[in-house]
C-alpha cells in the first residue's frame, strides 16, 4: 500500500506530514531544506520543523559538511504475503501471549531471512526482549530462530554452516558440523526448534514454522521466554502451547489442496 496524503479531513496534519517527508527523503537522496520545501509546496519554516522534529527522534539526520538532510529510516510496505501471514496469525499471537505470559514474535521468511513483522507483549509483567517489528536476526548466531530457518527453510551453504556460533554461559562458542545436524534433525522431529541455551539477555525462544500452500517456509512463530524454563513441566508446557498456536496459523492439508 502506497503512502499518500488523506483525502479526507486529517486528525494529525503533522504526523502525516512527517511521514511523507521522510518518504521523500527516501526517495530524493540527501536533499537541502530549499529542495524539500519546493517538492512539497509547505513553507520552509513549516519543513525545518518537522524535520528538527524527525531529527530529533533520530528518523532523520542532517550532514553538518553540506547541512543536507539525510534519512535514518526507510519505510517500507508489507507485501501482500507478509500481510496475509500478519492477519493470520493475529488471534493465534494474541491468545498466545495470554496463555504463556511471554513476548510472542512473528516473522516472515524469504531469501534465506527471517524478518519480524508483529509482536506480542504480555501486559502484566515488565518486558525483557528487545527484538522490535523490522528485525531480522544474525544468520551466523545458531539460535532457534536460526535452526527454524536451516530446518525449514533454505539451506545455507556448507561454508556458512561451518562459522556457526551460539550463546553458552554468556560466551560465543562455536558449533561442530554434526552437533548442527544433530540438533536440525531433533528440531524437524519435534516440529518446533528451541534455543541451545537463552541468549545474552536471557532470553530462550520457541520457534515454530508456518508454511505456505505450496508447502514453502512462510515464517515463524516465536515465543521469547524470559525467564527460560531449563527443562521439566514448564518448558514442556511452553513447547506444547507454541505448537498449538503455530498450528492454528499454518495453513491445513485440506486448504493447501484447495488453493
Known sequence: MELRPLSGPDPSPALTRGLLLL???GADGASSLEHL???????????????????????????PADRRYRAALRLV???????????????AMQDLVRAAGHT????????GALTMLDRRVPEDREV???ARIGWQPDRSELFALTAAALAWGDPAPAPARSRLWY????????????ALLKYLNESRARGLAVCLCPNFHGVRRYVAPVFQADGALWGVLSLA?????LKGPAHARLIRLALDAAKRVNLSAAE????
Open 23 to 25: 518518504k521523500r527523503l
Open 37 to 63: 520545501a519546493h517538492a512539497t509546496g509547505w513553507p520552509k519554516s513549516s519543513v525545518f520543523r518537522l524535520l528538527a522534529s524527525l531529527e530529533a527522534c533520530g528518523a532523520v539526520q542532517r550532514d
Open 77 to 91: 510496505p508489507f507485501a501482500a504475503v507478509e500481510e496475509d501471514l500478519r492477519l493470520r496469525a493475529v488471534a
Open 104 to 111: 510472542v514474535e512473528l516473522f516472515a521468511y524469504s531469501g
Open 128 to 130: 525483557a526482549v528487545r
Open 167 to 178: 550463546w553458552k554461559n554468556q560466551t560465543r562458542v562455536p558449533l561442530k558440523t554434526a
Open 225 to 229: 521466554a524470559v525467564p527460560a524454563p
Open 256 to 259: 493447501r489442496a484447495a488453493s
